[in-house]
């Protein structure tokens, strides 16, 4: 006798997960950054050019009054120092920085930011590469270690030195321990600074939210008070002091904004990195 057949489940079809659709820049980037990672006159022009770019930005963007110096000025005394500033908020530093007295800054070991060093390079800034601050067993592989002893040097010759508190793709606005460790080391203060134009655009997609600096507007540096590390300092001494340095960081970049903006931009949007384009 014949069995009745069983009615096959019907086959539902596969649904197909939506790609994010990556931004033209970006897509645009990846395609030409290993070809241009291999030739070294197209990283030159291309160095060339930001370089020349952010010089265009610092001259169409008068200091306003109230401004400070990253380097000489009311701290002249306590130099050399470490010049702390936030991811994304520090691209027009090179600009800005008098030449008086030399300067090493602190730069990712990665292929992006070799451009950076090219860059910095064409203001007669030094670079030492590595990333440090994040306690992790890759922290020796990303050179961090070895970047802080460079720096030492730097700062035991008279250099003045530059540091990104923040750590690369970490938790933005909240200083690591890197740049605290080596004001222990080094007995030099660090100088919680930030600038501000008044004209920018901000990368509101960027884990940084990084900020363009236009031209033709008006620009700010200011530096809150020098902080200093014992070198005796414990670990929960050196806690304090990575809080004490964030909350610096936070007061200068608030204080840079409010004196190129006239006051409207309050410090909640500018602790958490929110900041109005400017255009």
């Not at 990303?142 to 720096?151: D, E, F, V």
């Not at 740049?179 to 600074?193: E, F, M, T």
């Not at 200068?252 to 409207?264: C, H, I, M, N, P």
Request: aromatic share 4%; glycine share 10%; net charge positive.
């Amino acid at each position: 006798m014949e069995q009745p057949r069983m009615a096959s489940p019907a086959v539902r079809p596969a649904t197909k997960k939506k790609r994010v659709k990556q931004p033209a820049s970006k897509t645009f980037w990846r395609r030409i950054r290993e070809p241009l990672a291999k030739s070294r006159f197209a990283k030159g022009a291309v160095a060339s050019l930001f370089a020349g770019a952010m010089r265009f930005i610092r001259l169409t963007n008068p200091l306003v009054k109230g401004s400070y110096e990253l380097a000489g000025g009311s701290h002249a005394d306590s130099e050399p120092l470490i010049v702390g500033l936030w991811h994304g908020q520090h691209l027009l530093a090179p600009a800005l920085y008098p030449s008086k007295r030399g300067l090493v800054a602190m730069v990712s070991r990665s292929a992006d930011a070799e451009l950076n060093a090219l860059v910095i390079n064409k203001f007669g800034i030094e670079a030492v590469r590595g990333s440090g601050g994040r306690e992790t067993r890759r922290k020796h592989e990303k050179g961090g270690a070895t970047a802080l002893i460079a720096l030492k040097k730097a700062l035991d010759t008279g250099k003045n030195v530059c540091m990104i508190a923040d750590i690369p793709h970490g938790t933005p606005r909240d200083a690591g321990m890197g740049i605290v460790l080596l004001a222990r080391l080094s007995g030099r203060p660090i100088a919680p600074a930030a600038i501000a134009t008044s004209r920018r655009k901000v990368l509101e997609g960027s884990w940084d939210k990084t900020t363009i600096n236009l031209p033709f507007g008006r620009c700010a540096i200011f530096v809150a008070p020098l902080i200093e590390v014992p070198a005796d300092a414990d670990d929960a001494e050196m806690e304090r002091k990575r809080q004490e340095l964030t909350a610096a960081i936070d007061h200068a970049t608030e204080q840079a904004y409010r004196l190129v903006d006239g006051g409207k931009v309050d410090g909640g949007k500018v602790a958490s990195g929110k900041l109005d384009s400017g255009i």
